[in-house]
């Protein structure tokens, strides 16, 4: 399967990962970033937005889609498995706020991106998506470390 110039899944899975962060961002007006590493928050930025885009935007692919119906389907598994997982981890996240539960929410959209780069062999996604989970694993970890005192 081929994609035009939109990956429809990707733009879903990238919905559906948004979702529980909007909720929680309402949820949790004034919440500020503890980390004080510039360099880091600005990875993890640059990582994140570049990953939103290129879920569903084949920027620098000559051909965006699957060699096989066995790539497609664990594209879809995997992701919708990940998507899954992410989602119940943040509802265990909203009642009780762990270390060990923030690295898990920040790792799952890591894996999302590398798995989707790596099946559509969209490297410039897995480039970011690389220079994403550095990033945000480091942030998510101080800021963590932060509230816990």
């Not at 429809?8 to 500020?32: C, D, H, Q, R, S």
């Amino acid at each position: 399967m081929k994609f035009g110039w939109i990956n429809v899944f990707g733009a879903a899975f990238v919905i559906l990962m948004l979702i529980p962060n909007i909720a929680y961002a309402f949820k949790n007006k004034g919440e500020t970033n503890h980390c004080s590493n510039r360099f880091m928050n600005i990875i993890e930025q640059i990582g994140r937005y570049a990953c939103i885009v290129l879920m569903w935007l084949p920027l620098l692919v000559w051909k965006f889609g699957f060699l096989s119906v066995l790539e497609m389907a664990l594209y879809l598994a995997g992701n919708a498995i990940l998507i899954t997982v992410y989602w119940f981890a943040f509802a265990v996240y909203m009642k009780r706020k762990t270390t060990v539960l923030a690295l898990v929410l920040a790792v799952i959209p890591s894996c999302i991106f590398l798995l989707s780069g790596v099946l559509l062999r969209h490297w410039l996604l897995v480039g970011f998506a690389v220079m994403f989970a550095v990033g945000h694993i480091f942030v998510t970890y101080k800021n963590a470390e932060y509230k816990k005192g």
